[in-house]
């Protein structure tokens, strides 16, 4: 009677990061399990989408927007022509469908339990708006961190990837003399 309890005093906060969690683990194993690798590649979109929702309850929108431009963006385009490039053939084995539905159920059964312990061992606290920041996760607070207290390995780590930016076109440059067979 007390797991029901704790259900029915869920906030819409906690309702939403549960359902996300929900759509993350779907995508996730979505991606696993999928023949087509190109419906796994959709998967991954999802799965990163709803890391990206994750990243927005937790007031960290920055790092949601990084996230959606750079993985579902930039990453999963990447994938998307590798994927093209390479032309995989139907040459997987093909799965009995009761140790499909076995494995799913089993798998689907364990991240139940899981989520219930979950939800049943979790203790929520109210907030309190006296101490709460609101621009915990903003640009602005993190551009002044970033350029106050970290500025020396900011600095350091955009010379090593002008390091490494150098050293990719050095390997990468031809030879005069050099034939393409």
């Known amino acids: 009677m007390d797991f029901l309890e704790i259900i029915k005093n869920l906030s819409l906060t906690q309702w ?14 979505g991606t696993i399990m ?6 796994s590649i959709i998967y991954l979109i999802m799965t990163f989408f709803s890391l990206s929702a994750h990243y927005v309850l937790l007031n960290a929108q920055f790092l949601a927007a990084v996230n959606i431009v750079v993985y579902a963006g930039a ?16 040459e997987a084995p093909e799965l009995d469908d009761n140790k499909l539905v076995l494995g ?29 920041q609101v621009k915990t996760g903003f640009i602005e607070t993190l551009g002044k961190i970033l350029y106050s207290k970290y500025l020396l390995p900011f600095e350091l780590v955009s010379v090593l990837f002008l390091i490494a930016m150098s050293g990719a076109v ?11 067979f």
């Not at 939403?16 to 194993?29: K, P, Q, R």
């Not at 990453?75 to 139907?90: A, G, Q, R, S």
């Open 16 to 29: 939403s990061f549960y359902i996300v969690s929900v759509i993350t683990l779907f995508g996730a194993l």
């Open 34 to 39: 999928s023949k087509n690798p190109i419906h």
């Open 75 to 90: 990453i999963m385009v990447l994938f998307l022509f590798v994927v093209m490039f390479l032309n995989i053939k139907d």
């Open 104 to 132: 799913t159920s089993i798998i689907g059964g364990t991240i139940g339990v899981v989520i219930i312990a979950a939800i049943k061992l979790s203790e929520t606290s109210p907030v309190n708006p006296a101490t709460y």
């Open 170 to 180: 050095l390997l990468g440059r031809r030879e005069k003399g050099e034939r393409n």
